[in-house]
């Protein structure tokens, strides 16, 4: 609307009506408007609306932006300082005619209206009183969404951060592990080698011994005394027992250092043709010393292992998955037995051999695209109302200073990387099973990973 057009319809009005820019600038006045000012039309054009009352400019500011902001009437209150020293409160009616533009500053039509009691000061100081704390809820709602952002940012931060220290301590474990496994490595390759020597030269001196019986078949009384005293016949027969034994104990150890340079995998490439069975292995063979930690009885590892065709995949990230799984489920099969620990000697033996702690897990091709890896414990089972948050990062139920909350975290995202897919199902008082499900990578498609 221009102030002309305004004019000409407004003039005749009886209630004083003004066309105020939103920055308070008067456009036009019509005769009432000029007549409750003490003033004429022409002069009030160019005038700041808040020159023309008592209240603060910023107060008249707020009102304005409020109404340059609605096409319906906002209602406000003015002081007006007549010219013979009387004040005069006005109610005022104002709301925008023409929005801002980029070329002109939003245009808004007040409508005055002469009041005697100070009813609509009250009212507009509680308009302004009003408009202020929206302000200040606007500001203090921008300042929590930028909190907001900067502790997300802080939190993926600290998240990188304590994932490459959760990294760096399993690459310094597989470090450790095959540092160990080189120098066990050696000495029982030596060790075992040279049994099969002893053995056979245990042989041609047993020979040597029984010619010599068949050949003097009555020895001199002291030769006979010596063979009663050193047991012969025993030592014969222990001796080959012994061998035997060293044999077995020396194979054994030969084992587990294969197991550990498995679980270590530090000289592979990242991702190769995988046997998931020897990860599996290797890391049972690493937690040995958990799993028969239980002081009532040992938790019993059930296998079944279907077959599968080797795995494109990162071996010590897998293994690192299979650890943080299988360590998970020995806590809760740990926390079991503690609970089991308060009932009487009696129940708590009878309610084991009922009830033992043991792990399953189970191999198989599930499809002609993947492979799942299946891990269940018979523990107490995950809360319903904490399931959802297992995989977050820094989530845990575990006491402090013995849980990151970071292990299935870094678990998923490893299963992420491998274009693969990890869950979890869980009951109250029958356990807990976790799914992971490999794709299985053509050789032509090797290149893509």
Not at 60 to 85: D, E, H, K, P, W
Not at 158 to 186: D, F, P, R
Not at 212 to 230: R, T
Not at 284 to 297: A, D, K
Request: overall charge negative; glycine content about 4%.
């Amino acid at each position: 609307m221009k102030p002309d057009q305004f004019l000409a319809f407004a003039q005749v009005l009886p209630e004083p009506m003004l066309l105020v820019t939103s920055a308070g600038e008067i456009l036009a006045a019509n005769l009432a408007a000029a007549k409750l000012f003490s003033k004429t039309s022409k002069a009030m054009i160019g005038l700041n609306f808040s020159e023309l009352v008592n209240d603060s400019p910023e107060k008249v500011n707020n009102y304005l932006q409020v109404c340059a902001q609605s096409r319906q009437m906002i209602l406000g209150a003015f002081t007006i300082q007549q010219t013979q020293g009387e004040e005069i409160s006005c109610r005022s009616q104002g709301a925008v005619v023409q929005p801002r533009s980029p070329q002109s500053p939003a245009i808004n039509l007040l409508r005055l209206e002469k009041r005697t009691s100070n009813e609509f000061v009250v009212l507009n100081q509680k308009i302004h009183a009003l408009s202020q704390e929206i302000k200040q809820r606007q500001r203090i709602e921008a300042e929590l969404v930028q909190s907001n952002e900067t502790l997300k940012q802080t939190l993926i931060k600290l998240q990188n951060a304590l994932e490459s220290v959760q990294t760096e301590k399993m690459s310094g474990l597989g470090q450790l592990v095959a540092g160990i496994a080189h120098e066990i490595n050696n000495p029982i390759s030596f060790i075992h080698g040279n049994l099969a020597y002893a053995a056979q030269y245990y042989d041609d001196l047993l020979k040597l011994i029984h010619l010599y019986q068949q050949e003097y078949p009555h020895p001199s009384q002291v030769i006979q005394q010596e063979i009663e005293a050193l047991e012969l016949e025993f030592l014969q027969e222990d001796i080959t027992k012994l061998l035997q034994s060293m044999q077995t104990g020396s194979k054994r150890v030969a084992e587990i250092v294969q197991s550990l340079r498995n679980f270590s995998r530090l000289d592979e490439a990242k991702f190769k043709l995988v046997d998931i069975h020897e990860g599996l292995e290797a890391t049972l063979m690493i937690l040995q010393g958990r799993l028969h930690s239980i002081s009532h009885t040992r938790i019993e590892v059930i296998r079944e292992y279907g077959k599968l065709q080797l795995i494109y995949c990162s071996p010590c990230q897998l293994n690192q998955v299979f650890m943080n799984i299988l360590n998970n489920s020995i806590d809760a099969l740990e926390e079991d037995e503690k609970s089991q620990g308060s009932l009487t000697e009696k129940s708590s033996s009878e309610l084991i051999q009922n009830h033992p702690s043991s792990i399953w897990i189970r191999t198989e091709k599930i499809s002609d695209r993947y492979i799942a890896i299946r891990i269940r414990d018979n523990g107490k089972g995950i809360p319903s109302e904490i399931r959802h948050q297992i995989f977050n990062p820094f989530f845990t139920t575990k006491p402090i200073g013995k849980g990151t909350g970071l292990g299935l975290s870094i678990s998923y995202q490893i299963i992420e990387s491998h274009n693969g897919r990890i869950n979890m199902i869980s009951e109250p008082d029958l356990g807990t099973e976790f799914t992971i499900e490999l794709p299985i990578v053509e050789e032509q498609d090797y290149r893509d990973y």
